[in-house]
């Protein structure tokens, strides 16, 4: 039997076979039970004449003037015992709370705030395009690094690509001097050596005097001089005498002198002893393993007598 009608009211409807166990129940005995122990098809919800599920939900039927973009809309508490399947794209607008484990396979996009007070535990890369701001201890056993800019130690493993940026980065940075809003960054010259420099020009004379303070806190034999004649004349210059107070400079022509000058001498690691040498490479996993004598050097947030990296 079939029965049609442009409507039907009823206080409750039953499709298929009775399921009698429901009637114990209280809150079915109010008006407005649907009840189908088979197949329930709601909408155009049917693929290649296909059904997958007890109940299937799909988009309503074409209606002239009617626009109803969603196929469900559930106001209240929804409970799934069992499985959730989503094979789409998932839009959450309100607080979300897991309390068990989060398994994902795939991309994960966001575009605000991630705040987590638990664990996290990755087995796979992460992938970071922007800034990250750790303000608490980060443990590695292997660091891999294009430029490092700090202090690092601990026992991790670093590489050779992030030894050679570590050694690299040693810097300062300050405000434009002339331009508000823009900044100066710059990083250190460094060396196998202590070095200290003097430079300057040399005109209408053939010495360069030598500083007073040098004497006692550097090797002289370590001294190198390099000349740059001023000017268009073709200069052969020579440096012909090396002591603690001068460098005496010649023309091989007896040309008026006029140059800039550069003067590079290696200081002493320990004026009080010259036979202490820089260890340049050594074993260890901080400053304080340090072969030689750590009071000669000071080695930014780990001296001052914290011993500690800042």
């Known amino acids: ?23 114990s129940l209280s809150q079915f005995a109010a008006a407005g039970v649907l009840t189908n122990p088979g197949i329930s098809i709601f909408g155009a919800s049917l693929q290649a004449g296909i059904v997958r599920a007890g109940v299937s939900i799909g988009p309503p039927g074409v209606i002239p003037g009617v626009a109803l973009p ?5 106001t209240g508490v929804a409970n799934i015992f069992g499985s959730l399947n989503v094979f789409a794209i998932q839009n959450s607008f309100g607080l979300k709370t897991a309390f068990g484990g989060n398994i994902k396979n795939g991309f994960s996009f966001k575009n605000s705030v991630d705040t ?9 890369p992460s992938v970071f ?15 891999k690094a294009g430029v490092v800019l700090g202090i690092i130690s601990g026992t991790t493993g670093i590489n050779k690509e992030t030894a050679s940026a570590i ?20 990083v250190c010259v460094e060396g196998p050596e202590a070095a200290i420099y003097i430079r300057g020009r040399l005109k209408d004379s053939n010495v360069i005097e030598l500083p007073e303070y040098w004497d006692g806190l550097v ?18 210059l020579n440096v012909m005498e090396i002591d603690k107070d001068k460098i ?14 550069h003067v590079w001498v290696a200081r002493w690691i320990d004026p009080r002893n010259h036979d202490e040498k820089l260890h340049v490479v050594y074993d260890g996993e901080s400053p304080a393993n340090y072969p030689g004598n ?15 990296v800042q």
């Open 1 to 23: 039997m079939s029965l049609k009608g442009p409507k039907i009211s009823a206080g409750k409807v039953q499709i298929g076979t009775p399921d009698l166990s429901k009637l």
């Open 70 to 74: 969603a196929s469900l809309e559930v």
């Open 116 to 124: 987590k007070q638990a664990i996290n535990i990755g087995n796979g």
């Open 129 to 143: 395009n922007g800034k990250v701001v750790a303000h608490g201890t980060i443990s590695t056993p292997l660091l």
């Open 167 to 186: 050694a690299a980065a040693k810097g300062f940075d300050i405000p434009h001097a002339t331009k508000p809003g823009k900044r100066i960054r710059h």
């Open 219 to 236: 090797d002289y034999d370590s001294i190198t001089v390099q000349l740059q004649p001023i000017g268009d004349r073709h200069y052969h």
């Open 248 to 261: 005496v400079v010649r023309d091989s022509d007896d040309k008026p002198i006029d140059c800039f000058y």
């Open 294 to 308: 750590p009071e000669s050097f000071s080695i930014a947030g780990w001296d001052y007598d914290r011993r500690e």
